[in-house]
Each structure stands twice: as structure tokens, then as C-alpha cells.
């Protein structure tokens, strides 16, 4: 793999985010409501769709600046090869969960260039601190993901099929990235770390479902 300059490096960087808050990525796999009818919702449950999805968009944010700050500070080739591999299917998560605001004719959050760049930093400094580590906020992430969809399952509308089958595949894709990090050797992190990123995670919730 050929190192890239840091100037080559921080281009990228500005294009990957303006890709992820100004447009729209594209899907390379189907998207998981195709071809469903779009659903049947009071004004209230379609509000609570609406808000839960914007929490996972804003979470897909986050999730691209994460594995592209670890990416660019990453000590080894491999390890950089498995970030962008979950960083593209978190790329299909990215566009499926727009898809989904759009259709139930709501907005991304007004702050997901914030996400954006708190969670880049993150991401950065656990690069720097090693593979295993940086490994290890990976599963942790996933981890704590996966959590937070399945709680998005239980409180999504039952008539809402399309949005309760995006975050049936994301989750299904988060559990994997988790297994695949901890099959290569992630560190288990100290649990204030844990808690810490349970907590910065739950305030991005809390903000998302409205803004």
C-alpha cells in the first residue's frame, strides 16, 4: 500500500468530509426498504421515525470520521485495509438512513459537521496510540452501536417496515465489524474509556433526535 503524503492526506481528509455532510454517498449494496410501500403513520409516529433516523444518520457521520482518523494514523497497511473496509459498508449505512429521512420527509441533523469533527479527533488520537487500541475502539464503537439499534427496534412504529429493515442490516453489519476487530486482536478498553464514549455518545443522541 503506498503511504500518501500528509498533504495528500489532509486533501483527502477535506474530501472525505464533504462528501459525508454535503452530499450523499452512493450504496454499493441494494438498499434494505427497496421496493417496500412507504407506510401508513400517524403525525406522532412518523416524527418518532424521523428523529430515531436522524440519530443513526448523525451516528453514520460520526462513524465515517472515526475510522478516517484512525485510518490516517494507523501504524500498519492491514489494520488501514480493515478501517476503510468498514468505513464503506458504514458508507452504505450513510446513504440508506438519508434515504430513509427523506422519505419520511425530514432532515439530517443541523449539527453533523460537529459530530463530524469530534469524532475525526477521536479517531486520530486512537490511531496513535497503537493498532490494538485502535482496534479495540473500533469493537467498542460497534459494540455500543449495535446496543443502540436494537433500542431503536423496540421503539420504532411496528407499520414502519422500511426503517425497521435499514436498522435490521446495519445492525447485522455493525455485530460484524465488532467480531472482525476482535478476531484481530482489538484491546479491551479500560472501562472509564468505555463509559466515556457510552456517555459522548448518548449526549450526541440526545441532541440528534432534535437537531
Not at 495528500?8 to 441494494?30: C, E, K, N, V, Y
Not at 453533523?112 to 469493537?139: C, E, K
Not at 472482525?180 to 482489538?186: P, R, V
Amino acid at each position: 500500500m503506498r503511504l500518501l503524503s500528509p498533504l495528500d492526506q489532509l486533501f483527502g481528509a477535506a474530501d472525505h468530509f464533504l462528501r459525508s455532510i454535503a452530499t450523499t454517498p452512493p450504496s454499493r449494496r441494494a438498499y434494505p426498504a427497496k421496493g417496500m410501500d412507504e407506510p401508513s403513520l400517524s403525525d406522532e409516529e412518523r416524527k418518532l421515525s424521523t428523529a430515531l433516523m436522524r440519530v443513526n444518520h448523525s451516528g453514520e457521520v460520526a462513524a465515517q470520521a472515526l475510522y478516517q482518523g484512525q485510518s490516517m494514523t494507523a501504524a500498519s497497511p492491514e489494520t488501514v485495509r480493515l478501517l476503510k473496509e468498514a468505513a464503506a459498508e458504514e458508507t452504505d449505512h450513510l446513504n440508506w438512513t438519508a434515504q430513509r429521512i427523506q422519505a419520511l420527509g425530514g432532515r439530517p441533523s443541523l449539527l453533523a459537521p460537529i459530530w463530524y469533527a469530534g469524532a475525526f479527533a477521536l479517531g486520530a488520537i486512537a490511531g496513535r496510540m497503537g493498532d490494538r487500541v485502535s482496534l479495540g475502539f473500533l469493537a467498542e464503537t460497534e459494540r455500543q452501536v449495535e446496543q443502540h439499534l436494537m433500542q431503536h427496534m423496540e421503539r420504532l412504529p411496528a407499520a414502519d417496515e422500511a426503517s425497521r429493515a435499514v436498522v435490521a442490516q446495519m445492525r447485522e453489519d455493525e455485530n460484524k465489524h465488532m467480531q472482525t476487530a476482535l478476531g484481530e486482536g482489538a484491546a479491551d478498553l479500560p472501562r472509564p474509556v468505555q463509559l466515556a464514549m457510552r456517555a459522548s455518545g448518548g449526549l450526541m443522541t440526545r441532541i440528534a433526535h432534535y437537531l
